[in-house]
């Protein structure tokens, strides 16, 4: 049987109170109806449209590539938002499945037990509901003494007994596909909010003679539909738990994972350990072995296996094998750090490579910069890379050894085994096993002080 799905994404979100459409508020680093779009991923759906109309534009960036789109001019309602996908899906046959974006921990394996639950009563329609604490704001799902589904009711049109039911509509749902196009020409918007609900259709089928039905998740965190940001904060935590379990499972250590903040894509190989207070954002993959943490800062970053990073913040890099880093250093974008570098406390490195081995163990900048192996960077030393108008490129050849409190005035190179001395301030190139030193020499005045008579 064909499987489609409609995300509806085109609500502003008043109650965010921001300058950010609502589906694109991200929930441990990925929009929320980025997560919605990638748990159908795994479910085989034939087709995939997504009702987008405040921030159409950008909700369609996000998601280019993984969904089809209508688009909904005026925001009149949910049934109304999923008639826009009408011209796309209406004579499909199939069932549909239908999810709003501000849902996003849905699980994929509830998506599939709804598909399966649809499917073995023959109904026209499945609800997915969930049992709440406190039902305030969501639909009530209203049953009848048999227990089966009559309808659901928004909070705003509820009784007083209504609104006592603490079963609520998690506003996702599986159809047959054309009955949910059929029905919906019949949804009227004559309720409290005069808007055209998609939970009407149920009520519409069930009086047609169809078999409606609901399906009860026995997940209560997953239903959470995040309305304003304090539901957004605790989307937030429910999915900051789930990641670093998973990545538990997957053999990663976590020491604590009430404060560690792992965001949704990243990936982690075996054995590695996560130290509190540490945020890993982005794309990045981490190998196996590793130590990160504490308080460590990963975004986008490459790292390979067994490297040590601690109390340090890593950009849009790559970093290798058996490296360490920190703690208090800074890596920032574009930069290569490759196989057992050292990068000691109070080092910058920005867009530079830093070749098998090199070390710049103590307060150093690196910038613009192509170090290649075995380089040792001594404390202090600079690579001065701008010149208040263009950056330039030093270049330190392997093996070379750069002595403490140095200035690499940049454009040069220091060439292969070169030593620079202490202290010195490099203009020129330095050949190959050459020695420089590029400072005033010492002259020392013997028995100045005593002579200055100052007493
Ligand atoms: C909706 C359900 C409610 C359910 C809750 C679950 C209706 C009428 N109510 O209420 O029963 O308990 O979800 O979280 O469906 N949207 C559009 N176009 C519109 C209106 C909404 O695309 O014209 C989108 C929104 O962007 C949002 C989703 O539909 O992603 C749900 O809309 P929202 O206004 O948040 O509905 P709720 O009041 O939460
Ligand atoms: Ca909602």
Do not use: W
Not at 90 to 114: N, R, W
Not at 324 to 347: C, D, L, M, Q, Y
Not at 394 to 419: H, M, Q, R, W
């Amino acid at each position: 049987m064909n499987r489609y799905a409609i995300i509806l994404a085109a609500g502003q979100g008043t109650r965010m109170k921001s300058k950010l459409y609502k589906v694109l508020h991200p929930v441990c680093g990925k929009p929320m109806v980025e997560h919605v779009v990638d748990q159908l991923s795994s479910l085989s759906i034939d087709q995939t449209v997504t009702i987008v109309g405040f921030g159409a534009e950008k909700v369609q960036s996000y998601l280019e590539g993984k969904s089809d789109f209508a688009l909904q001019k005026e925001q009149l309602g949910t049934a109304h938002a999923v008639m826009q996908a009408e011209e796309l899906l209406q004579d499909k046959k199939g069932i549909t499945l239908v999810i709003c974006g501000d849902t996003p921990l849905i699980k994929t394996s509830t998506m599939e037990a709804l598909m399966e639950e649809h499917t073995k009563l023959g109904a026209k329609a499945t609800v997915l509901t969930g049992y709440a604490e406190d039902p305030t704001g969501y639909g009530r799902v209203i049953r009848n003494e048999d227990g089966h589904v009559e309808r659901i009711v928004e909070q705003k049109d509820a009784s007083e007994a209504e609104k006592s039911v603490k079963e609520i509509n998690t506003g996702t749902y599986c159809f047959d596909n054309e009955a949910l196009f059929q029905a919906l020409k019949k949804v009227k918007n004559d309720n409290a909010q005069g808007e055209y609900y998609l939970p009407d259709v149920m009520e519409i089928l069930k009086s047609e003679g169809q078999i409606v039905a609901a399906y009860q998740t026995s997940d209560l965190e997953e239903t959470l539909g995040v309305n304003d940001r304090v539901a957004l904060s605790q989307a937030e935590t429910i999915m900051r738990k789930r990641i670093n379990e998973a990545h538990m499972r997957n053999g990663v250590t976590i020491i604590d994972p009430a404060s560690t903040y792992i965001e949704a894509d990243v990936q982690i190989g075996k054995d590695t350990v996560i130290l509190p207070n540490t945020y890993i954002q982005g794309l990045s993959v981490i190998g196996e072995d590793c130590l990160i943490g504490p308080g460590t800062e990963i975004k986008a970053c490459k790292i390979g296996n067994a490297t040590t990073i601690k109390q340090s913040v890593a950009h849009d890099s790559e970093i290798g094998d058996e490296v360490t880093i920190g703690p208090f250093a800074h890596i920032r974008p574009a930069s290569s750090i490759h196989n057992e570098v050292k990068i000691g406390n109070f080092v910058e490195v920005k867009k530079s490579e830093m070749g098998p081995k090199s070390k710049a163990s103590h307060l150093s900048y690196i910038g613009d910069a192509k170090v290649g192996s075995d380089v040792n960077l001594g404390c202090g030393s600079i690579t001065v890379n701008y010149d208040g108008k263009n950056k330039h490129l030093t270049t330190i050849e392997d093996g070379a050894f750069i002595g403490c409190n140095s200035n690499l005035i940049a454009p040069v190179t220091v060439g292969k085994g070169a030593y620079v001395a202490a202290g010195s301030t490099v203009t020129e190139d330095v050949p190959s096993e050459a020695l420089t030193i590029a400072r005033a020499r010492q002259v020392n005045k013997e028995d100045y002080v005593k002579n200055l008579n100052l007493k």
